[in-house]
T-cell receptor, first 113, second 115 residues
Framework: AQSVSQHNHHVILSEAASLELGCNYS??????LFWYVQYPGQHLQLLLK??????LVKGIKGFEAEFIKSKFSFNLRKPSVQWSDTAEYFC???????????FGKGTRLHILP | GAGVSQSPSNKVTEKGKDVELRCDPI?????LYWYRQSLGQGLEFLIY????????KSGLPSDRFSAERTGGSVSTLTIQRTQQEDSAVYLC?????????????FGPGTRLLVL
Protein backbone atom coordinates (compact mmCIF):
# COMPACT_ATOMS: atom_id res chain seq x y z
CA ALA A 1 0.00 0.00 0.00
CA GLN A 2 1.09 3.52 -0.62
CA SER A 3 2.27 5.71 2.20
CA VAL A 4 3.52 9.27 2.48
CA SER A 5 6.07 10.35 5.06
CA GLN A 6 6.61 13.92 6.12
CA HIS A 7 9.74 14.07 8.18
CA ASN A 8 9.04 17.15 10.25
CA HIS A 9 5.89 17.45 12.32
CA HIS A 10 6.59 20.96 13.53
CA VAL A 11 9.01 23.52 12.08
CA ILE A 12 9.75 26.95 13.53
CA LEU A 13 11.63 29.52 11.45
CA SER A 14 12.31 33.23 11.49
CA GLU A 15 11.16 35.46 8.66
CA ALA A 16 13.49 35.46 5.64
CA ALA A 17 14.85 32.02 6.51
CA SER A 18 14.90 29.38 3.79
CA LEU A 19 12.44 26.51 4.02
CA GLU A 20 12.58 22.90 2.98
CA LEU A 21 9.90 20.43 4.06
CA GLY A 22 10.61 16.80 3.35
CA CYS A 23 8.20 14.35 1.73
CA ASN A 24 8.84 10.76 0.74
CA TYR A 25 6.39 8.24 -0.66
CA SER A 26 6.49 4.48 -0.82
CA UNK A 27 4.87 3.59 -4.11
CA UNK A 28 7.22 2.58 -6.93
CA UNK A 29 4.87 3.06 -9.85
CA UNK A 30 3.82 6.18 -11.69
CA UNK A 31 2.42 8.80 -9.37
CA UNK A 32 1.05 12.30 -9.23
CA LEU A 33 2.33 14.45 -6.38
CA PHE A 34 0.77 17.35 -4.51
CA TRP A 35 1.37 19.81 -1.74
CA TYR A 36 -1.67 21.24 0.02
CA VAL A 37 -1.68 24.02 2.60
CA GLN A 38 -4.10 24.91 5.36
CA TYR A 39 -3.76 28.45 6.70
CA PRO A 40 -5.19 29.11 10.18
CA GLY A 41 -8.96 29.20 10.01
CA GLN A 42 -9.06 28.47 6.29
CA HIS A 43 -9.86 25.53 4.06
CA LEU A 44 -7.25 23.13 2.79
CA GLN A 45 -6.07 24.35 -0.62
CA LEU A 46 -3.72 23.21 -3.36
CA LEU A 47 -0.24 24.75 -3.28
CA LEU A 48 1.29 22.95 -6.24
CA LYS A 49 1.19 19.66 -8.11
CA UNK A 50 3.35 17.49 -10.33
CA UNK A 51 1.99 15.24 -13.05
CA UNK A 52 4.75 15.06 -15.66
CA UNK A 53 7.45 17.08 -17.38
CA UNK A 54 9.86 19.39 -15.55
CA UNK A 55 10.44 17.85 -12.11
CA LEU A 56 10.83 21.31 -10.60
CA VAL A 57 7.33 22.62 -10.05
CA LYS A 58 6.45 26.21 -9.22
CA GLY A 59 3.43 26.92 -7.07
CA ILE A 60 1.65 29.87 -5.54
CA LYS A 61 3.27 32.34 -3.15
CA GLY A 62 6.84 31.58 -4.22
CA PHE A 63 6.79 27.90 -3.28
CA GLU A 64 8.38 25.21 -5.39
CA ALA A 65 8.89 21.48 -5.13
CA GLU A 66 11.27 19.08 -6.80
CA PHE A 67 10.34 15.55 -7.77
CA ILE A 68 13.34 13.23 -7.45
CA LYS A 69 12.17 9.87 -8.71
CA SER A 70 15.27 7.97 -7.57
CA LYS A 71 14.72 9.16 -4.02
CA PHE A 72 10.91 8.87 -4.05
CA SER A 73 10.87 12.43 -2.80
CA PHE A 74 8.90 15.62 -3.43
CA ASN A 75 10.34 18.20 -1.06
CA LEU A 76 8.76 21.63 -0.74
CA ARG A 77 10.99 24.70 -0.75
CA LYS A 78 10.82 28.46 -0.41
CA PRO A 79 13.93 30.62 -0.42
CA SER A 80 12.64 33.26 2.01
CA VAL A 81 9.61 32.66 4.21
CA GLN A 82 7.17 35.25 5.48
CA TRP A 83 5.09 35.39 8.64
CA SER A 84 2.02 34.75 6.47
CA ASP A 85 3.41 31.32 5.52
CA THR A 86 2.47 30.07 8.98
CA ALA A 87 0.22 27.11 8.19
CA GLU A 88 0.03 23.34 8.06
CA TYR A 89 1.45 21.72 4.93
CA PHE A 90 0.41 18.33 3.59
CA CYS A 91 2.19 16.25 0.99
CA UNK A 92 -0.02 13.90 -1.03
CA UNK A 93 0.42 11.15 -3.59
CA UNK A 94 -1.94 9.69 -6.15
CA UNK A 95 -1.33 6.30 -7.74
CA UNK A 96 -2.19 6.80 -11.38
CA UNK A 97 -4.06 3.52 -11.44
CA UNK A 98 -6.86 5.08 -9.40
CA UNK A 99 -8.26 8.39 -8.22
CA UNK A 100 -7.52 8.21 -4.48
CA UNK A 101 -5.07 10.65 -2.99
CA UNK A 102 -3.04 9.57 0.03
CA PHE A 103 -2.00 12.36 2.37
CA GLY A 104 0.91 12.63 4.75
CA LYS A 105 0.44 13.55 8.40
CA GLY A 106 1.27 17.18 7.80
CA THR A 107 3.93 19.62 8.95
CA ARG A 108 3.02 22.59 11.09
CA LEU A 109 5.12 25.58 10.07
CA HIS A 110 5.38 28.51 12.42
CA ILE A 111 7.15 31.66 11.24
CA LEU A 112 8.38 34.06 13.87
CA PRO A 113 7.93 37.74 12.95
CA GLY B 1 -18.92 30.80 -7.21
CA ALA B 2 -19.69 29.06 -3.96
CA GLY B 3 -17.21 26.57 -2.62
CA VAL B 4 -17.74 23.26 -0.89
CA SER B 5 -19.91 23.65 2.17
CA GLN B 6 -20.32 21.33 5.12
CA SER B 7 -22.72 21.20 8.00
CA PRO B 8 -22.74 21.30 10.89
CA SER B 9 -19.44 23.04 11.49
CA ASN B 10 -19.24 21.50 14.96
CA LYS B 11 -20.99 18.51 16.47
CA VAL B 12 -20.81 17.24 20.01
CA THR B 13 -22.47 13.91 20.69
CA GLU B 14 -22.56 11.21 23.31
CA LYS B 15 -20.92 7.86 22.82
CA GLY B 16 -23.32 5.42 21.19
CA LYS B 17 -25.40 8.01 19.36
CA ASP B 18 -25.65 8.23 15.56
CA VAL B 19 -24.50 11.34 13.69
CA GLU B 20 -25.01 12.63 10.16
CA LEU B 21 -22.59 14.98 8.46
CA ARG B 22 -23.52 16.80 5.30
CA CYS B 23 -21.49 17.96 2.32
CA ASP B 24 -22.59 20.22 -0.53
CA PRO B 25 -20.03 20.03 -3.33
CA ILE B 26 -19.31 22.76 -5.85
CA UNK B 27 -22.07 22.87 -8.43
CA UNK B 28 -21.20 20.76 -11.46
CA UNK B 29 -18.51 18.73 -9.72
CA UNK B 30 -19.11 15.04 -10.31
CA UNK B 31 -16.55 13.69 -7.86
CA LEU B 32 -16.88 13.87 -4.08
CA TYR B 33 -14.49 12.66 -1.40
CA TRP B 34 -14.70 12.26 2.37
CA TYR B 35 -11.61 12.40 4.57
CA ARG B 36 -11.01 12.27 8.29
CA GLN B 37 -8.39 14.47 9.94
CA SER B 38 -7.38 13.32 13.38
CA LEU B 39 -4.86 15.12 15.55
CA GLY B 40 -1.38 14.23 14.35
CA GLN B 41 -2.70 11.70 11.83
CA GLY B 42 -2.99 13.69 8.63
CA LEU B 43 -5.88 13.17 6.27
CA GLU B 44 -7.33 9.69 6.10
CA PHE B 45 -9.29 8.79 2.96
CA LEU B 46 -12.75 7.44 3.74
CA ILE B 47 -14.89 7.20 0.62
CA TYR B 48 -15.06 8.49 -2.96
CA UNK B 49 -18.07 9.05 -5.23
CA UNK B 50 -17.71 9.57 -8.96
CA UNK B 51 -20.82 10.23 -11.01
CA UNK B 52 -23.10 7.22 -11.12
CA UNK B 53 -20.34 4.70 -10.47
CA UNK B 54 -20.31 2.53 -7.36
CA UNK B 55 -18.49 4.43 -4.61
CA UNK B 56 -14.99 3.46 -3.50
CA LYS B 57 -15.56 2.60 0.15
CA SER B 58 -12.13 1.17 0.78
CA GLY B 59 -11.22 3.76 3.39
CA LEU B 60 -14.19 3.37 5.70
CA PRO B 61 -12.73 2.24 9.06
CA SER B 62 -15.67 0.07 10.14
CA ASP B 63 -19.22 -0.90 9.21
CA ARG B 64 -20.46 1.83 11.54
CA PHE B 65 -19.49 4.29 8.81
CA SER B 66 -21.57 4.75 5.69
CA ALA B 67 -22.14 7.46 3.12
CA GLU B 68 -24.56 8.20 0.38
CA ARG B 69 -24.81 10.76 -2.34
CA THR B 70 -28.25 11.72 -3.54
CA GLY B 71 -28.86 12.96 -7.05
CA GLY B 72 -25.17 13.18 -7.75
CA SER B 73 -24.85 16.22 -5.54
CA VAL B 74 -25.24 16.39 -1.75
CA SER B 75 -23.58 13.69 0.30
CA THR B 76 -24.24 12.51 3.84
CA LEU B 77 -21.70 10.65 5.96
CA THR B 78 -23.34 8.67 8.75
CA ILE B 79 -21.56 7.30 11.78
CA GLN B 80 -23.61 4.87 13.84
CA ARG B 81 -23.01 4.10 17.52
CA THR B 82 -20.26 6.70 17.75
CA GLN B 83 -17.12 5.96 19.73
CA GLN B 84 -14.67 8.38 21.29
CA GLU B 85 -12.04 7.46 18.69
CA ASP B 86 -14.40 8.82 16.02
CA SER B 87 -13.65 12.34 17.28
CA ALA B 88 -11.96 14.17 14.43
CA VAL B 89 -12.49 16.76 11.72
CA TYR B 90 -14.38 15.28 8.79
CA LEU B 91 -13.49 16.95 5.50
CA CYS B 92 -15.33 16.80 2.23
CA UNK B 93 -13.78 17.66 -1.13
CA UNK B 94 -15.08 17.78 -4.67
CA UNK B 95 -13.51 17.91 -8.09
CA UNK B 96 -14.84 18.57 -11.54
CA UNK B 97 -14.52 15.10 -13.00
CA UNK B 98 -12.73 13.05 -10.39
CA UNK B 99 -9.89 12.20 -12.69
CA UNK B 100 -6.46 11.83 -11.20
CA UNK B 101 -5.38 15.14 -12.70
CA UNK B 102 -8.17 17.14 -11.17
CA UNK B 103 -7.65 19.50 -8.26
CA UNK B 104 -9.73 18.74 -5.19
CA UNK B 105 -11.51 21.62 -3.50
CA PHE B 106 -12.02 21.18 0.21
CA GLY B 107 -14.80 22.31 2.50
CA PRO B 108 -14.29 23.79 5.97
CA GLY B 109 -14.90 20.48 7.69
CA THR B 110 -17.14 19.29 10.51
CA ARG B 111 -15.45 19.00 13.87
CA LEU B 112 -16.93 15.99 15.68
CA LEU B 113 -16.45 15.44 19.38
CA VAL B 114 -17.73 12.23 20.92
CA LEU B 115 -18.01 12.40 24.70
Amino acid sequence: AQSVSQHNHHVILSEAASLELGCNYSYGGTVNLFWYVQYPGQHLQLLLKYFSGDPLVKGIKGFEAEFIKSKFSFNLRKPSVQWSDTAEYFCAVNDRRDDKIIFGKGTRLHILP
Amino acid sequence: GAGVSQSPSNKVTEKGKDVELRCDPISGHTALYWYRQSLGQGLEFLIYFQGNSAPDKSGLPSDRFSAERTGGSVSTLTIQRTQQEDSAVYLCASSRTGGQYETQYFGPGTRLLVL
